[in-house]
């Protein structure tokens, strides 16, 4: 059984358990676990499973804000859920699948090492102008990122980070002809971009 530790996230404050906050941590345990099981003659639904799968959350006031996110996502339908052989099973939607992607698109951070391998992690692009919003949202993002734009079109860092950008990609909704990922071993602004970098 998977249980959300709430100790990792609100510092002893309220704060930490406003809705949004409270969603995530219910849909990254879905997610965790898979599936989550109550018998179907639970009464009380949502603070069955709280309950259940959240033991470190029995006061008041953190078991009222999960329910409140419980039944947010319900209504959103981020999470789904079916009878079967007297127990309720919920598992995370399409939607609550798409929405923890989000929630990790704004916690990206690009990965760094200790040593420098030598190889430059490069993001090109040709996207179309019918998708120029999303074109122009991927270039701020880089930038946001931290990566170096050495042409509009051409982003670089130092490490690997292939799996942030396919989440990037995936949340911006742009094919694989279109972004493309390439590790290098030599790029004649290289001398700039190791000061930037300080390598």
């Not at 071993?185 to 290289?190: N, P």
Request: glycine share 4%; hydrophobic share 40%; aromatic share 14%.
């Amino acid at each position: 059984m998977v249980m959300a530790s709430f100790n990792d996230h609100n510092e002893g404050r309220w704060r930490a358990y406003k809705r949004k906050e409270a969603l995530k941590i219910i849909l990254r345990t879905i997610a965790t676990a898979g599936v989550f099981t109550i018998a179907a003659t639970s009464p009380y639904f949502f603070t069955a499973l709280i309950r259940k799968y959240f033991q470190d959350a029995q006061d008041g006031k953190k078991r009222r804000a999960l329910t409140r996110a419980f039944d947010y996502a319900r209504q959103h339908q981020f999470i789904a859920w079916q009878e079967k052989d007297g127990k309720i099973l919920v598992t995370l939607s399409e939607e609550g699948k798409y929405k923890i992607k989000e929630y990790d698109f704004d916690e990206i951070v690009l990965p760094q090492k200790r040593r420098w391998d030598g190889k430059w992690h490069a993001v090109i692009f040709d996207i179309p102008d019918k998708k120029k919003a999303a074109r122009e949202a991927l270039r701020e993002k880089f930038r946001e990122l931290g990566m170096v734009m050495l042409q509009k079109s051409v982003w670089v860092w130092p490490y690997e980070c292939h799996n942030e950008i396919r989440l990037i990609q995936e949340v911006f909704e742009l094919h694989n002809n279109e972004v493309n990922y390439i590790v290098a071993d030599y790029i004649e602004e290289e001398r700039k971009l190791r000061k930037h970098f300080n390598l």
